[in-house]
T-cell receptor, first 109, second 113 residues
């Protein structure tokens, strides 16, 4: 089955700093999803990447998909306290969804 | 307001006592799914449904049952709960499958003693 490994597991940054979260798949990625979860709450969809080399942005969050490396990265520019939470990547081989363990982001004011 | 609702939000029960967690969506979505989230293990899929009367096992289906008799509802049934089913459960729905944005419910925190 497809495994997704996220790094780092947790991250503490000062407000205003940039950061990157990585998601590496054990198998070929045909689609990669990024979700954000506030502690103990449901997930909120951020973006979906479907083609190798694809890059999408939403406000100050940019995600890229590198199919050759079976990897996706999520980059946050000028982090703010509102970016704090758990970021999860997901993949769906055949509508059965797999998620990474998540990266817990803390942004210090 | 478009949403996925789950009930109850919190539940403490004892081993072996059957329980049902309800999930309902008001967006006319075809796809619905149940996940459990555990520290260190992340979010794992239990069951999913592509449409009414169509359900499939996810990653961790043992000890759970589901049914999809109506498009809007997708209850999760624990016939004989055990302590290892203590977890945070999420229901989600999307228009047609995981290639579409999934909308998640607020979660149900279940404790089995």
């Amino acid at each position: 089955s497809q495994e997704l490994e996220q790094s780092p597991q947790s991250l503490i940054v000062q407000e205003g700093k940039n950061l990157t979260i990585n998601c590496t798949s054990s198998k070929t990625l045909y689609g990669l999803y990024w979700y954000k979860q506030k502690y103990g709450e449901g997930l909120i969809f951020l973006m979906m990447l479907q083609k190798g080399g694809e890059e999408k942005s939403h406000e100050k969050i940019t995600a890229k998909l590198d199919e050759k490396k079976q990897q996706s990265s999520l980059h946050i520019t000028a982090s703010q306290p509102s970016h704090a939470g758990i970021y999860l990547c997901g993949a769906d081989p055949q509508n059965d969804m797999r998620f990474g363990a998540g990266t817990r982001l803390t942004v210090k004011p | 307001e478009a949403q996925v609702t789950q009930n109850p939000r919190y539940l403490i029960t004892v081993t072996g006592k059957k329980l049902t967690v309800t999930c309902s969506q008001n967006m006319n979505h075809e796809y619905m799914s149940w996940y459990r989230q555990d520290p260190g293990l992340g979010l794992r899929q239990i069951y999913y449904s592509m449409n009414v009367e169509v359900t499939d096992k996810g990653d961790v289906p043992e000890g759970y049952k589901v049914s999809r008799k109506e498009k809007r509802n997708f209850p999760l049934i624990l016939e004989s709960p055990s302590p290892n089913q203590t977890s945070l459960y999420f229901c989600a729905s999307s228009l047609k499958g995981t290639s579409y944005e999934q909308y998640f419910g607020p979660g149900t925190r279940l404790t089995v003693t």
